[in-house]
């Protein structure tokens, strides 16, 4: 029974094909398209595959990009299967959701917190948990062992820091530059900016659960431009490539169980 992860960001859609919608499932193919390409996915990316049996996904795109992927998905000729979408929820897998309004949180963050959660908790981990993702945009997302997301930040990334710099005053149009402690010259000074107010909003949450909670968070990372944060980091972290695909797989399994129980009810 293969299963087909999907998560739409507002600068790629990733994909991820398993061998059962389980979490440790055989990852048999991966992707990314950048948004614009979407409509590629039918003809290319996913002419190959074997038809999925299941397909479970996030958005934070928007609608439209929803509909866009279901087309893709209708035009494949031997899939008979309609993609699902994960909305943030009061309670999932574990998790439970302290936003002030919990279908307001991107189900982005609230899959890739069960995700993570989840990995921690395979290795016998009971801490509070950091997750950190670095997309189009950063989230900052706090945890605590009991498995109760508290709260998180959400910062400009990368590229809409440089950009709203770039547009907002006359004289930094330059090129990318690098992480430096004392930036000497203008692309430098952006890059190092911008990398070192992400790991600062990282630092500071590190420090609000560790009061919070008595004890250490662990913190895992991911995101297509978590790497370019990994040398600035000031605390122990790990950089994981599919939270959210973890998080899928375990909501998928999740919701198989409810199913069969309550099939046998
Ligand atoms: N090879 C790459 N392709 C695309 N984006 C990349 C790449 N390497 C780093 N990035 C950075 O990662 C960001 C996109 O990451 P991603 O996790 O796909 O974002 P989102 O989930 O918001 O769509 C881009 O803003 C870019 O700064
Ligand atoms: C914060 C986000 C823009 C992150 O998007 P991304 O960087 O993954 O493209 C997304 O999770 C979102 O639109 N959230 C809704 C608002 C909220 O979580 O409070
Ligand atoms: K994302």
Redesign the pocket.
């Known amino acids: 029974m293969t299963f087909l992860a999907i998560?739409v960001?507002?600068?790629?859609l990733?994909w991820a094909l398993y061998d059962a919608p389980r979490p440790g499932a055989a990852l048999l193919a991966h992707g990314?398209e950048f948004l614009e390409h979407i409509e590629r996915l039918a003809e290319h990316a996913w002419g190959a595959l074997p038809a999925p049996s299941r397909i479970l996904g996030c958005v934070v795109a928007g609608d439209a990009v929803k509909r866009r992927v279901r087309e893709q998905v209708e035009q494949m000729p031997q899939w008979d299967v309609t993609p699902q979408w994960v909305v943030s929820s009061v309670q999932e897998a574990g998790l439970v959701n302290g936003y002030d309004h919990p279908l307001r949180l991107g189900a982005?963050r609230w899959v890739a917190m069960i995700g993570a959660r989840h990995r921690l908790l395979a290795r016998g981990e009971r801490r509070p948990l950091i997750v950190v993702m670095v997309?189009?945009?950063v989230t900052v997302e706090a945890i605590d062992a009991e498995g109760r997301f508290l709260g998180g930040l959400i910062l400009p990334?990368?590229?809409i820091m440089l950009r709203a710099l770039e547009s907002g005053t006359a004289g930094l149009h330059v090129p990318t530059g690098e992480v430096r402690l004392f930036p000497t010259n203008t692309s430098d000074a952006l890059t190092s900016g911008g990398t070192y107010a992400i790991a600062g909003a990282v630092e500071r949450m590190f420090q609000h659960l560790a009061q919070h909670c008595g004890q250490e968070p662990a913190c895992l990372m991911t995101?297509?431009?978590g790497w370019?944060m990994a040398p600035s980091m000031t605390r122990p972290f790990e950089l994981v490539d599919h939270l959210i695909f973890d998080g899928l797989l375990e909501i998928a399994a999740y919701r198989a169980a409810a199913a069969a129980r309550q099939a046998a009810a």
């Open positions: 998560d960001g507002n600068t790629r990733k990314a982005d997309g189009t945009a990334g990368h590229g995101g297509g431009a370019k």
